[in-house]
């Protein structure tokens, strides 16, 4: 009874009133429990314990609804998305980054972590592609006011390996005008694409909150793509450059993103590819200032060997 009387005050705050409408949408909640009754068990009693979770719904009433309705992958179930939502706000709360993600969570703020004159690393909380995922981490043109990447991402537990992880449920770009700023971008930090540098900024998410294993969607399992003839993006290609490892609607991805030995590299383009090289690292250093870890979370960044960055996906699942 204790959770059925928690449930229905939460109920009450997240939607309050008493209009038609009101208990219209109280009663869908409802429902969605009663078709879902045991995996409703654990998300609703997680609603209520949960402050960060309980604060999330007292600010957006759909959040009450958030596992019910297709996210994320496609084909996955609504035990998975419960599963799933539990497990990245338990990460959320984690005590290295609780401050910022409750600014992102609670207050709506886009929280910069790292930034390099006009451009800045930045994480929110999703508005749009809200269904890949449940953070966003975007490389933002603060001087345009536009985010020339972005990628959706959510904290699980790895289903194979039960390790922690990550999943990309997206990875956008700006349409018309914004590609402009995105070639514009790409020359002024030396080369290094805006795709490129979010990417950078998710694995050093990865490592800093000790994630083991970071996977994304194939283009066919995106949750757009379900029952849509207009979506057209193509991720394979760029998780393969990645040096992602295709299974069952995914890429395992490395944790540490490749990059070349200089020796690899033209002698002619040697002083710009330094400079990328130390741009990156100065932008990752920048998180640990953020997120309350300096002498912690740091990674230095360095250039890898091939061997070293293509992590081949058994040794994840055997690590």
């Known amino acids: 009874m204790t959770l059925i009387s928690d449930t229905y005050a939460l109920l009450s705050r997240a939607i309050p009133g008493r209009s038609s409408g009101v208990w219209f949408r109280r009663m869908r909640v409802i429902m969605y429990s009663l078709l879902y009754p045991h995996v409703s068990g654990v998300w609703l009693r997680a609603l209520v314990q949960d402050p960060l979770l309980t604060g999330m719904a007292l600010r957006n009433r759909r959040f009450l609804e958030r596992p019910y309705h297709p996210a994320f992958q496609s084909g996955m179930t609504t035990r998975d998305r419960v599963a799933l939502v539990c497990e990245h706000f338990r990460v959320a709360a984690a005590p290295f980054w609780s401050a910022v993600t409750r600014r992102v969570y609670l207050n709506g703020e886009a929280v910069t972590l790292a930034y390099h004159e006009r451009y800045a690393i930045v994480l929110s909380n999703p508005t749009r592609c809200w269904r890949e995922g449940l953070l966003t981490v975007a490389w933002r043109d603060e001087a345009a006011c ?16 039960g390790l922690p992880g990550i999943l990309v449920g997206g990875l956008q770009g700006p ?5 402009e700023l995105v070639r514009e971008a790409t020359r002024a930090c030396h080369g ?19 994630v083991r294993v ?10 757009s793509r379900a029952g849509s003839s207009e979506f057209h993006a193509d991720y394979d290609a760029f998780w393969r450059e990645m040096g992602g490892v295709e299974s069952e609607g ?16 033209p002698s002619n383009r040697r ?3 330094r400079r990328r090289q130390e741009l990156i690292a100065n932008l990752l250093a920048q998180f640990d200032t953020v997120l309350g870890m300096a ?21 994840v699942i055997e690590a």
């Open 214 to 223: 970071l996977a994304a969607v194939t283009t066919r399992a995106h949750i």
């Open 192 to 210: 290094l694409r805006p795709k490129a540098a979010v990417m950078e900024a998710v694995c050093m998410l990865c490592r800093i909150a000790q």
């Open 175 to 179: 349409r018309g005008n914004g590609r």
């Open 295 to 315: 002498g912690e979370g740091h990674v230095e960044v360095r250039a890898p060997a091939a061997q070293e960055a293509d992590v081949p996906y058994h040794q």
């Open 271 to 273: 002083a710009v590819f």
């Open 146 to 161: 536009v985010d020339l990447a972005w990628a959706t991402i959510s904290f699980e537990l790895h289903r194979e390996t």
């Open 250 to 265: 995914r890429f395992v991805l490395p944790l540490r993103p490749y990059h070349r030995d200089i020796s690899k590299v």
